[in-house]
């Protein structure tokens, strides 16, 4: 899994990320741990700043064969906990821990805020029309679209997770898998066929 490029080495150079200690209190790394971390993090953007067009290429590198571009804007939503456009490393160590170290209800309410695309607190299918009171602050990636670009949550998120995949699925994929595979996630997880799912029906479902 080299990427194949050279890096340099900086023995030399102490990698001491800022608010250490902070971050050992907020993460379940070592701080052994958060410095390989920062050096890894600090070779890939010397700036210490991750735009949403970095993290992108980054990580369509582990998926060359689809394409991975939507996937990482939700992706990258889910890292940017303070939603201010750019990945810190405080952003990226903090997702990370919960996503290798977590409990297990840590991880599943990551994954839950990540299918929650317009951050309402439920997964929904489908935004109905005359709806939209709570999905103000949702810019689609190409920015320039009408107001009626509602997200639908999972739709959303299966597209772009089947985008990725791309060729590497045998055999090919139909247009219409991903909208069977919301259905199934809703026939699973709306145990009160409201329509939405909630995180407890979220947590519930996982926990079975
Ligand atoms: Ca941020
Ligand atoms: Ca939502
Ligand atoms: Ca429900």
Redesign the pocket.
């Known amino acids: 899994a080299d990427s194949g490029d050279t890096d340099v080495e900086l023995p030399t150079i102490r990698h001491q990320p800022e608010g250490l200690e902070q971050l050992l209190a907020r993460t379940k790394f070592t701080k052994t741990e958060l410095q390989s971390l920062y050096r890894g993090f600090k070779n890939e953007c010397p700036s210490g700043?991750v735009d949403e067009e970095t993290f992108t290429l980054i990580y369509s590198r582990f998926f060359p064969q689809g394409d991975a571009s939507s996937y990482a804007h939700f992706l990258f939503d889910a890292?940017?906990?303070?939603?201010?456009?750019?990945?810190?490393f405080?952003?990226f160590a903090v997702g990370l821990s919960v996503l290798l170290r977590g409990t297990e209800q840590q991880k599943l309410k990551w994954t839950f805020d990540l299918y929650d695309v317009n951050k309402d607190g439920y997964v929904t299918k489908e935004v109905t029309v005359g709806n939209t009171g709570g999905l103000v602050g949702w810019a689609h990636p190409d920015g320039d679209l009408p107001v009626p670009c509602v997200p639908q949550d999972m739709l959303e998120i299966m597209k772009s997770i089947y985008a990725m995949m791309g060729r590497c699925t045998e055999p090919a994929l139909r247009a219409s898998a991903p909208a069977q595979h919301v259905e199934l996630f809703f026939q699973k997880m709306d145990r009160n066929r409201d329509g939405v799912v909630t995180f407890e029906e979220f947590l519930a479902t996982c926990q079975e």
């Open positions: 700043l890292f940017d906990a303070d939603h201010n456009g750019a990945l810190c405080q952003d």
